[in-house]
């Protein structure tokens, strides 16, 4: 195999399919970043069986050959190479000349008959999104899935379809997040479970262009993600996802209008006299034009009060302000208004069409503070 390609298409490549090479496994096959030119087109992919990525990048194929090469090492070299042509040739199965300007590299190789090709989907049925609108739902969603494995359905999303409408649910068992977007085609009903991993990483990948498209696809255990040159193919998480609905309670004795910026900024000030991993509640008091968010800890205490419009009943209740900054920083509105029924019972973040749900369970406190 001979193939030469510019540097930058080169780093690029190796950048999106580095995001599915496991950082530890027993097969060292997995490491590897395969480089396929044995048809009119050079492909590169990397698989750690729950996630697989592959590009296409431009280039000449001088003889066509297919290669895997580790990925650590392939993807220092690529990166330090001077910004130029690269040419990258085998004359065996073990070995691999990479070659820039002056310097060449010797490195070991392994046959890519031994990789693990990404599994052929039978492309079903796919809905398309403009790459903004899927990076945008992650960002938006993805902070409230649950980061260890003791319920494994927490640690990834919900992807609900119905008709024109996509549904994207996180939750970690202390909030929940609930974005909706609008679709321009209607489609079947559908609902997967997608690992929050695949979206972190495939959010890093994707441009984010109002124009570019995502083409989303899916089977009975994996989702398929289409943009640009690239693939992106990943186990679905199985089961039945929470029944959220019967969460999700309109009721309310206390409505709560603010400024968010003026809200979300408060907070934050609020956290500075928080210690890392010290679990201090922010207690937020309701009253009729004013809300007191009050904190104290060891370091000292503060308070703060901040106008707002409310209908209903006064209210003290009290939230891990890391939570309520967390949902803030993700809605856009100028205000966002809050729904709530005690100090015991969730309160909810919403907007009038409910395209954005922010559920957030309060925390217990000593009122005396």
Do not use: W
């Not at 697989?52 to 066509?64: A, L, M, P, Q, V």
């Not at 695949?198 to 262009?209: A, D």
């Not at 994996?222 to 199985?238: N, P």
């Not at 973040?349 to 009122?367: G, H, Q, R």
Request: charged fraction near 30%; hydrophobic fraction near 40%; proline fraction near 3%.
């Amino acid at each position: 195999m001979r193939i030469i390609c510019k540097k930058s298409n080169l780093v690029k490549g190796v950048s999106i399919v580095s995001k599915a090479v496991p950082s530890k496994t027993t097969m060292p096959i997995l490491e590897c970043i395969l480089i396929d030119a044995t048809t009119d087109v050079i492909k590169l992919t990397a698989n750690d069986m729950e996630l697989g990525i592959e590009t296409t990048i431009d280039g000449i194929i001088d003889s066509r050959g297919i290669i895997a090469l580790n990925a650590k090492i392939f993807s220092e070299i690529v990166r330090k190479l001077p910004d130029n042509d690269v040419v990258i040739e085998t004359e065996s199965d073990n070995q691999a000349i990479i070659t820039c300007e002056k310097a060449k590299f010797n490195i070991a190789a392994q046959s890519g008959d031994d990789f693990s090709y990404l599994p052929a989907i039978e492309r079903e049925d796919f809905i398309t999104i403009s790459e903004f609108t899927l990076k945008e739902v992650v960002r938006q969603t993805i902070f409230s899935i649950a980061d260890n494995d003791t319920n494994k359905m927490m640690t990834g999303e919900l992807f609900e379809i119905d008709n024109d409408v996509l549904r994207v649910v996180s939750l970690d068992g202390h909030r929940i997040s609930i974005r909706k977007i609008e679709l321009k085609d209607a489609y079947q009903p559908r609902k997967v479970i997608v690992p929050g991993k695949t979206l972190q990483e495939i959010s890093k990948i994707i441009g984010g262009e109002a124009d570019a498209e995502v083409e989303i696809s899916f089977t009975k255990n994996h989702i398929v993600f289409e943009f640009d040159r690239t693939l992106v193919v990943s186990r679905l998480i199985e089961g039945e996802y929470f029944r959220i609905d019967q969460m999700l309670s309109s009721d309310y004795d206390t409505k709560v209008r603010i400024n968010k910026k003026e809200f979300l900024n408060c907070i934050d000030r609020a956290t500075l006299l928080i210690k890392e991993g010290d679990k201090k509640p922010i207690i937020i008091d309701i009253q009729d034009e004013m809300m007191e968010l009050k904190i104290k800890s060891q370091i000292g205490s503060m308070n703060e009060e901040i106008m707002i419009s409310k209908d209903g009943k006064d209210l003290l209740i009290g939230f891990n302000p890391k939570f309520m900054i967390d949902a803030l920083r993700v809605i856009d509105d100028e205000e966002v208004t809050l729904y709530l029924m005690n100090a015991k019972a969730p309160c909810f973040i919403k907007d009038e069409t409910e395209s954005y749900i922010y559920l957030i369970l309060p925390v217990n406190f000593n009122a005396n503070v």
